[in-house]
C-alpha cells in the first residue's frame, strides 16, 4: 500500500527531476565583448577593417571569420525584396489600414507586421525564430531584431506592449538558441526590453539625438551606437566612446569601393 508520505515524496522527487533539467537562458550566451572595435555590415558583407572584432551582418551573409558576428533580422517589417513571400504565405500577418491598405514605413519602403493579437504575434515569432534557427546554424553569436520601434512610429495601429509581448517570444529562443539578443533602437522601451529578455543594445544616431544616455542607463557599457553624421559620430564618442563601441557609417551601409563608402570608430 503506498501512503499518502510516499506518494508525496514520489511526486517531489519528480518535480525536482523534470526542474533539473538544463535551461537555455541569458547567463548561457556570450554578449559581445564591452568597447570592441565594431563595424556595421548590414547592407553588404566584405572584409572588416584591421582590428575589428565586432560585426553585425544580414541573416542570409555568412559570419566572418574569427570574429563576433551579429546576426540582422527584419523582425517588424518586411524587407522589399521578401514582400511576395509574406504575400503568398502570411499575407494575413501584414498590417492594413482601415481600407485594407498595407500600412508601410515609406523611409525604406518596408510594410510593417501585423503584431496586435497573440495569434498573429506567435505566427510572426514562428517565422522569425525559424531565421533565428538559421542565425545560430550559421555560427552566429547574436540576433538583432531590427524595427522594434514601429509602435512608436505607427501609434494608430501598434503599442509599446505589443511589442514587448512579441519580443518576449523571440528572446527565450534565441537564447536557447545560444544566441544573445539586441534591442535595436526606441529609447521609449525603458527597462522592458532588458525585463523582456534582451541583453544588450545597437543604436542607431543617439549621438544625433542625444540618447546615448538612454541606452547605457539600462544596459550599462553593453551598448554598439551607430552613427552616420560626423556631429553625432563626434557626440557619440564623447558620451560613451570610452566605454562602448561606437562606429560611423554611411547610411546606406555600403562597402568599400562604393562612393559612398564610410566608416571610422573611435
Same mark, same amino acid.
Given at each position: 500500500m503506498?501512503?499518502r508520505k510516499a506518494?508525496?515524496? @514520489?511526486?517531489v522527487?519528480l518535480t525536482?527531476? %523534470?526542474?533539473?533539467? +538544463?535551461?537555455?537562458?541569458?547567463? @548561457?550566451?556570450?554578449l559581445? +565583448? %564591452?568597447?570592441?572595435?565594431f563595424?556595421?555590415? /548590414?547592407g553588404?558583407?566584405y572584409?572588416? +577593417?584591421?582590428?575589428?572584432?565586432?560585426?553585425? #551582418?544580414? #541573416?542570409l551573409?555568412? +559570419?566572418?571569420a574569427?570574429?563576433?558576428? /551579429?546576426?540582422y533580422v527584419?523582425?517588424?517589417?518586411v524587407?522589399?525584396?521578401?514582400?511576395?513571400?509574406?504575400q503568398?504565405?502570411?499575407d494575413?500577418l501584414l498590417?492594413r489600414d482601415?481600407?485594407?491598405?498595407?500600412?508601410?514605413?515609406?523611409?525604406?519602403?518596408e510594410?510593417? =507586421?501585423?503584431?496586435r493579437?497573440a495569434?498573429?504575434?506567435t505566427a510572426?515569432a514562428?517565422?522569425v525564430?525559424?531565421? /533565428?534557427?538559421?542565425c545560430?546554424?550559421?555560427g552566429? #553569436?547574436?540576433?538583432?531584431?531590427?524595427?522594434?520601434?514601429?509602435y512608436?512610429r505607427?501609434?494608430?495601429y501598434?503599442?509599446k506592449?505589443?511589442a514587448?509581448?512579441?519580443l518576449? =517570444? =523571440?528572446?527565450p529562443?534565441?537564447?536557447?538558441?545560444? =544566441?544573445? /539578443?539586441a534591442q535595436?533602437?526606441t529609447?521609449?522601451?525603458g527597462?522592458?526590453g532588458?525585463?523582456?529578455g534582451?541583453?544588450?543594445a545597437?543604436?542607431?544616431?543617439?549621438g544625433?539625438y542625444?540618447e546615448c544616455?538612454d541606452?547605457?542607463?539600462?544596459?550599462?557599457d553593453n551598448v554598439?551606437?551607430?552613427?552616420?553624421?560626423?556631429?553625432g559620430?563626434?557626440r557619440?564618442?564623447?558620451?560613451?566612446?570610452?566605454?562602448?563601441s561606437?562606429v #560611423?557609417r554611411?547610411v546606406?551601409?555600403?562597402?568599400p569601393?562604393?562612393?559612398?563608402?564610410?566608416y571610422?570608430?573611435?
Amino acid at each position: 500500500m503506498v501512503t499518502r508520505k510516499a506518494l508525496f515524496a @514520489a511526486v517531489v522527487a519528480l518535480t525536482l527531476t %523534470v526542474g533539473a533539467a +538544463p535551461r537555455a537562458d541569458a547567463a @548561457a550566451v556570450t554578449l559581445p +565583448p %564591452v568597447n570592441a572595435k565594431f563595424d556595421y555590415q /548590414i547592407g553588404a558583407a566584405y572584409t572588416p +577593417p584591421a582590428g575589428v572584432q565586432v560585426v553585425s #551582418r544580414d #541573416r542570409l551573409a555568412a +559570419p566572418a571569420a574569427g570574429l563576433y558576428n /551579429i546576426c540582422y533580422v527584419n523582425a517588424f517589417q518586411v524587407q522589399p525584396q521578401e514582400v511576395a513571400w509574406w504575400q503568398a504565405n502570411h499575407d494575413d500577418l501584414l498590417l492594413r489600414d482601415s481600407a485594407g491598405r498595407y500600412v508601410i514605413d515609406g523611409d525604406w519602403n518596408e510594410i510593417v =507586421l501585423d503584431i496586435r493579437t497573440a495569434a498573429k504575434r506567435t505566427a510572426l515569432a514562428a517565422v522569425v525564430n525559424g531565421w /533565428i534557427d538559421g542565425c545560430a546554424a550559421a555560427g552566429f #553569436r547574436a540576433v538583432e531584431p531590427d524595427n522594434i520601434d514601429t509602435y512608436d512610429r505607427f501609434p494608430s495601429y501598434l503599442t509599446k506592449a505589443q511589442a514587448v509581448a512579441y519580443l518576449r =517570444l =523571440l528572446a527565450p529562443h534565441a537564447h536557447a538558441k545560444g =544566441l544573445a /539578443i539586441a534591442q535595436k533602437n526606441t529609447t521609449g522601451l525603458g527597462g522592458e526590453g532588458k525585463a523582456a529578455g534582451l541583453d544588450f543594445a545597437i543604436a542607431e544616431e543617439c549621438g544625433q539625438y542625444d540618447e546615448c544616455g538612454d541606452f547605457t542607463d539600462v544596459y550599462g557599457d553593453n551598448v554598439i551606437a551607430i552613427e552616420y553624421t560626423s556631429g553625432g559620430y563626434r557626440r557619440a564618442c564623447a558620451a560613451i566612446g570610452a566605454r562602448s563601441s561606437v562606429v #560611423r557609417r554611411d547610411v546606406n551601409v555600403t562597402a568599400p569601393g562604393s562612393g559612398t563608402y564610410v566608416y571610422n570608430a573611435c
